[in-house]
């Protein structure tokens, strides 16, 4: 049988999605019962960061341990991938030892290519492309507070970053709209803009994106290795903060996310993770039960 990976969306179907998005709401029942889940005991997880992450490394490494598996922490000082060893070399010796690896890097053709020689299943923990994880417990955290996210409609606020990439793939797989608005230049991708016509709206007045979404979503406007932009994106992004009186335009029972850190005062206001339409402490803490069905999905 040939190893299923997870490096986008697009490795699962729509029917996979939503197994996955249940799943993690069973396992978050029986996490919060006290219900032991040792799905993979005796597994072995490793976790490659040439990214820092806190979010990332606490919900991996939680939940490995939670199905009675164990995870290891690999940085790039402590692999030979960071002293220029070649990447399917790297991918063949530590695929033999374990059941799952999953890397957090920085170009989307190093999973990729890790991924080709890997004899086991491997997850993107984020690239500068794509950041599926993230959408598997925003999509779990929709479904848990309004039901199913099919023909609603979604607002990215900002640059058009990997996680607005990775929110282009849900919507084709969830079928709901996608509207983005950012300023001339930080559009998403431009190959899944021309994939998806008709499913993405490209926009520039956050007003006009947010009138009557169930869903606003936005991250930093500079993300990591982006710092040196950080002064001039500010400047241009200025008129891209998501505060109270902008959601006062979504949808009456519209949802806002942030996939955090966040930083506050500059892409939302400073008590805007306070609000009503705020879930994103929910959407933090479903990391963790997302990517445990992701795993079972994947070792299964």
């Given at each position: 049988?040939k190893?299923?990976?997870?490096?986008t969306?697009?490795?699962l179907?729509?029917?996979?999605?939503?197994?996955?998005?249940s799943?993690?709401s069973?396992?978050?029942?029986?996490?919060?019962e006290?219900?032991?889940?040792?799905?993979?005991?005796?597994?072995v997880?490793?976790?490659?960061?040439e990214?820092?992450s806190?979010?990332?490394?606490?919900?991996?490494e939680?939940?490995m341990a939670?199905?009675?598996g164990?995870a290891?922490?690999l940085?790039?000082n402590?692999t030979?991938?960071?002293?220029g060893?070649?990447i399917?070399?790297?991918?063949r010796v530590?695929?033999?030892?374990v059941?799952?690896?999953?890397i957090?890097?920085?170009?989307h053709?190093i999973?990729e290519k890790?991924a080709?020689?890997s004899?086991?299943?491997?997850?993107?923990?984020?690239?500068?492309?794509?950041?599926?994880?993230?959408?598997?417990a925003?999509?779990?955290?929709?479904f848990?507070?309004?039901g199913?996210i099919?023909?609603?409609?979604?607002?990215w606020?900002?640059?058009?970053?990997?996680?607005?990439?990775s929110?282009?793939n849900a919507?084709?797989?969830?079928d709901f709209t996608?509207?983005?608005?950012?300023?001339q230049?930080y559009?998403?991708?431009?190959?899944?803009?021309a994939?998806?016509q008709?499913?993405?709206?490209v926009?520039r007045?956050?007003?006009?994106?947010?009138?009557?979404?169930?869903l606003?979503v936005t991250?930093?406007?500079a993300?990591?290795?982006?710092?040196?932009e950080q002064?001039?994106?500010?400047k241009l992004?200025?008129?891209?903060?998501?505060?109270?009186?902008?959601?006062?335009?979504?949808d009456?029972?519209?949802?806002?996310?942030h996939?955090?850190?966040a930083?506050?005062?500059?892409?939302?206001?400073?008590?805007?993770?306070?609000t009503e339409w705020?879930?994103?402490?929910?959407?933090?803490?479903?990391?963790?039960?997302a990517?445990k069905?992701?795993?079972?999905?994947?070792?299964?």
């Amino acid at each position: 049988m040939k190893t299923r990976h997870f490096l986008t969306l697009q490795d699962l179907t729509p029917e996979e999605f939503r197994q996955i998005i249940s799943r993690a709401s069973e396992l978050k029942k029986m996490q919060h019962e006290g219900t032991p889940h040792k799905l993979l005991e005796g597994k072995v997880m490793a976790m490659i960061f040439e990214k820092s992450s806190t979010r990332t490394r606490v919900s991996f490494e939680a939940g490995m341990a939670q199905l009675g598996g164990h995870a290891m922490f690999l940085s790039s000082n402590d692999t030979q991938l960071g002293r220029g060893e070649p990447i399917e070399d790297s991918a063949r010796v530590i695929s033999s030892m374990v059941d799952i690896i999953m890397i957090r890097t920085f170009g989307h053709d190093i999973v990729e290519k890790f991924a080709e020689y890997s004899k086991v299943p491997v997850i993107n923990a984020l690239t500068d492309e794509y950041h599926p994880c993230q959408l598997l417990a925003d999509m779990q955290t929709f479904f848990e507070h309004r039901g199913d996210i099919q023909g609603k409609t979604v607002t990215w606020i900002g640059d058009g970053n990997n996680m607005c990439n990775s929110y282009i793939n849900a919507a084709a797989l969830l079928d709901f709209t996608l509207n983005v608005a950012c300023p001339q230049g930080y559009e998403p991708d431009s190959e899944l803009l021309a994939k998806h016509q008709g499913r993405v709206n490209v926009m520039r007045d956050p007003k006009d994106a947010v009138a009557g979404s169930h869903l606003v979503v936005t991250d930093v406007f500079a993300s990591m290795g982006q710092e040196d932009e950080q002064e001039a994106r500010l400047k241009l992004f200025a008129d891209y903060q998501v505060n109270p009186a902008l959601m006062s335009l979504a949808d009456k029972d519209a949802l806002f996310m942030h996939c955090l850190p966040a930083h506050r005062g500059e892409e939302i206001s400073e008590e805007m993770l306070d609000t009503e339409w705020s879930v994103v402490f929910d959407e933090a803490e479903n990391r963790l039960h997302a990517q445990k069905a992701l795993m079972e999905f994947l070792a299964s």
